[in-house]
């Protein structure tokens, strides 16, 4: 069997590579061709304009029409990655039996049908199969619009591998690594798992509805991953866990074997670790193992908010958290605590004083703008207002209020200074 494979632009007012890569669309290619399927893939995204130390950087741009919804947004609209001349060639050089197509943010699903448009013109008839975030969070609303023969679901994979005659072993497939050299030419970062789910249920999180339960990859798998790529010279290393600490007896043995190894790299966690679970040796590890600029997961130090959204941390936690780091020889400014920006009703006041207590602790502040996602608890008290999934973009709250929107960009000006100076040691 031959398929097509297509990771879709960003469609968006802005959009940086914070180390993106489409995981979990990987690992099923990469399953599938251990199954005798012949992969082609594209990767719209795949083409950067600069890149910083740690493989990030600016997506290539081409600003485009806005969407009419969005109209009133006093920002220029983008199509991010590879132009539609260079998709188009490479699309035109494949002859598939299938064609697959992955989603995420679902505010992003007019690229999904741009692709679409481009794919009916060059391979009319061949079925084309849309899974991901936005299909599966907005399930509805890509069935009315979008035009794929089949849509599925992150939890409904049997009749996906139906498809291709190919048993569905749920511990095989998420137990399956990316195989990055069969996709990319290059690579700047890997982007790796020890695992799948979480066990907590925030109410402004959706992975519980993106995935089923909560899946360890054999330690031994990881090992062998990161070994590998190492051996292949990259040097920055990406977790997309969503609870890589939990039931930390795992994660320290992983990090006793890295240790082992005697390897020179770099660990990313752009998903946020759990504060909670962070003992001093667990720190020691993680200083000792090369992970550059930790991120913890806050949110707010509001007590009434955190029970609210999780009761993931409390401030006594917090305080704790930053002396273990410190004990284990992270410096102020070396690692960074997320705080919640732009959910409905914030107190702008009392975020400053969140910022400028955790600045007082030798922490760097990572404002996570908030974006309303549907099926998540949060979500139900506003799901009349947000019918069309363009309006979950996190951008249309502030652009709408012009005193808002300067406030946005002071207090993200204020946090980013604030950041600077502890990286000077000041």
């Not at 619009?145 to 679901?153: N, P, S």
């Not at 970062?189 to 799948?196: F, K």
Request: with cysteine.
């Amino acid at each position: 069997m031959r398929i097509l494979a297509i990771n879709p632009w960003i469609y968006d007012f802005a959009a940086y590579d914070f180390w993106l890569k489409p995981y979990g669309f990987l690992s099923i290619l990469s399953y599938l061709k251990t199954k005798q399927n012949r992969i082609d893939f594209i990767d719209c995204l795949d083409k950067k304009i600069s890149k910083d130390p740690f493989g990030r950087g600016k997506y290539y741009s081409e600003r485009i029409a806005k969407p009419k919804l969005l109209e009133s947004v006093p920002r220029y609209f983008k199509r991010y990655g590879k132009t539609i001349a260079e998709v188009e060639s490479e699309i035109k050089k494949t002859k598939p039996d299938f064609i697959l197509i992955t989603s995420s943010m679902t505010y992003w699903y007019p690229a999904i049908s741009e692709v679409i448009k481009i794919l009916k013109t060059h391979h009319p008839g061949t079925p084309i199969i849309l899974g991901g975030t936005y299909a599966t969070l907005c399930h509805s609303h890509a069935e009315s619009i979008i035009g794929c023969d089949y849509l599925f679901e992150n939890r409904k994979l049997n009749g996906f591998f139906e498809l291709f005659n190919i048993g569905y072993e749920p511990k095989e497939l998420f137990s399956t690594l990316p195989r990055y050299e069969d996709f990319y030419h290059k690579l700047d970062y890997v982007v790796l798992r020890t695992s799948w789910g979480c066990p907590f249920s925030c109410s402004y999180c959706a992975i519980n509805e993106l995935s089923d339960g909560f899946f360890r990859i054999s330690q031994e798998k990881v090992i062998k991953f990161i070994l590998k790529y190492c051996r292949k010279g990259i040097g920055d290393f990406v977790f997309y866990d969503d609870a890589l600490l939990y039931e930390n007896k795992y994660i320290k043995s992983l990090l006793r074997k890295i240790l082992e190894a005697k390897i020179n790299v770099r660990f990313h966690t752009p998903n946020a670790l759990h504060l909670r679970f962070l003992d001093e040796e667990t720190a020691s590890l993680l200083k000792r193992t090369g992970f550059t600029n930790p991120h913890f997961g806050l949110e707010t130090l509001n007590p009434s908010l955190q029970k609210k959204w999780g009761d993931k941390v409390n401030l006594s936690e917090v305080e704790k958290g930053v002396k273990t780091l410190k004990k284990a020889g992270f410096k102020n400014g070396e690692f960074s605590l997320y705080l919640l920006l732009g959910y409905p009703d914030q107190d702008l006041e009392e975020l400053k004083k969140e910022i400028d207590f955790l600045n007082s602790q030798g922490a760097r502040v990572s404002l996570a703008e908030f974006a309303i996602t549907p099926k998540t608890k949060i979500f139900k008290d506003y799901e009349n207002m947000f019918a069309d999934p363009l309006l979950h973009n996190n951008s249309i709250f502030f652009s709408s209020r012009p005193q808002a929107l300067k406030e946005f960009y002071w207090i993200k000006d204020y946090t980013r200074q604030l950041n600077k100076k502890l990286s000077a040691g000041q």
